[in-house]
């Protein structure tokens, strides 16, 4: 699944399980992994795709863009 959606240059899927039910704080988890992979850093924009329902696979209903140290803390 991961090579089909990097259809583009500089797009890099990354999995990241969680069962936190903080949004604030998964949005932090998933920059966090992607700057661990150093396909991240400072003021990049990143998008974030998640769904309401952790563990539901199938579920992803939403798309957030955030900034790379710039996030909002819960």
Do not use: F, W
Not at 35 to 58: E, M, S, Y
Request: charged share 20%.
């Amino acid at each position: 699944v991961g090579s089909e959606m990097c259809i583009r240059d500089r797009v890099y899927p990354a999995h990241l399980k969680t069962i936190n039910t903080n949004h604030a704080q998964v949005n932090k988890d998933a920059i966090n992994v992607l700057t661990n992979l150093g396909v991240a850093k400072d003021n990049d924009l990143v998008i974030i795709t998640k769904g309401d329902l952790a563990g539901i696979q199938g579920g992803t209903n939403a798309m957030k863009i955030v900034k790379v140290g710039h996030l909002v803390e819960s």
